[in-house]
Nanobody
Framework: QVQLVESGGGLVQAGGSLRLSCAAS????????MGWFRQAPGKEREFVSA????????YYADSVKGRFTISRDNAKNTVTLQMNSLKPEDTAIYYC?????????????????WGQGTQVTVSS
């Protein structure tokens, strides 16, 4: 069982930066692939970024590639999403997810545990 708590969301102007963190409880955090997903009003939840359990593999959605960076600290049970050059279309609730996977997945259906989400609003 893994509990996830996101933090770091907020209101920022276009071009600004935010750093999202996800704190995980559970002693097996290092065994899980971790992902970030987001859901804008009226839209389906979509993949943003993912990182393997060992941090040697990362994936990004094309829409955030070059602007967002995912990282993890297995000693601290945390995963972070650094978001730079934010755009109004990045506005959404951002969710952290954990999946007990031997691979790194971009599919939300393959993740087992989810946080409650943190709101990110980017003004133009």
């Amino acid at each position: 069982q893994v509990q996830l708590v996101e933090s770091g969301g907020g209101l920022v102007q276009a071009g600004g930066s935010l750093r999202l963190s996800c704190a995980a409880s559970g002693h097996t955090f290092s065994s899980y692939s971790m992902g970030w997903f987001r859901q804008a009003p009226g839209k389906e939840r979509e993949f943003v970024s993912a990182i393997s359990w060992s941090a040697d593999t990362t994936y990004y959605a094309d829409s955030v590639k070059g602007r967002f960076t995912i990282s993890r600290d297995n000693a601290k049970n945390t995963v972070t999403l650094q978001m730079n050059s934010l755009k109004p279309e990045d506005t959404a609730i951002y969710y952290c997810a954990a999946g007990y996977l031997a691979w790194t997945s971009t599919s939300l259906n393959e993740y087992d545990y989810w946080g409650q989400g943190t709101q990110v609003t980017v003004s133009s």
